[in-house]
């Protein structure tokens, strides 16, 4: 894939997740299906912090000012620092939709990017530009699999019936494990 595929599937993954998060869905939104795990609301602030804290401060940063350290982040302390529970969902939903639009408006405009600068990092090693914006996507991913697996898992609890017709939502056939 080339940045404007990459940039192509972000934006196609707003609408995926403007979907798989609608309102009106019948999932609580602070359902979670263990203590630890995360509910809906989390996960939506989650997603808006890393689109405008994370990826695409990033991905500028390198682009701009591969040689200067990159500002600290702690995306597992948001949860408390930014409150998360505590937020509304649909507000935090329309603001992340809202930054990934202008995410993607950034990235199609600029001209002439240099995908191959890198920065170095501590943990990662070399990082280029590019493995930045494919590790967004990619992060979206990880993301739209945690929603759909949080969704089974509510569907299986609060429906009280038995999911096993559908088949192991662990192991499908023909996907990989």
């Known amino acids: 894939m080339d940045a404007e595929q990459i940039i192509d599937a972000l934006e196609l993954n707003e609408g995926v997740f403007r979907h798989l998060l609608a309102p009106d869905s019948p999932m609580d939104v602070f359902w979670k299906p263990e203590e630890k ?68 408006i950034w990235l199609r405009e600029l001209e002439n990017a240099h995908w191959e600068k890198v920065y170095h990092h501590a943990d990662f090693g070399e990082i280029t530009a590019f493995r930045m914006l494919a590790n967004w996507l990619a992060h979206d991913y990880l993301h739209i699999r945690q929603i759909n697996r949080l969704r089974y898992q509510y569907l299986k609890e609060k429906s009280g019936v038995d999911l096993d017709y559908a088949g ?10």
């Not at 795990?37 to 602030?45: N, P, S, T």
């Not at 991905?59 to 409150?83: C, F, G, Q």
């Not at 507000?91 to 809202?98: A, C, E, S, W, Y």
């Open 168 to 177: 192991d939502y662990g192991l499908l056939p023909g996907a990989a494990s």
């Open 37 to 104: 795990k995360w509910c809906l609301l989390e996960i939506v602030c989650h997603l808006k912090d890393e689109e405008v804290l994370d990826f695409r401060s990033r991905t500028e940063h390198i682009l701009e000012y591969p040689e200067l350290p990159m500002p600290e982040i702690d995306p597992p302390a948001w949860v408390e620092r930014h409150s998360y529970l505590q937020q509304d969902f649909l507000h935090v939903l329309q603001d992340f939709i809202k930054e990934r639009r202008h995410s993607v």
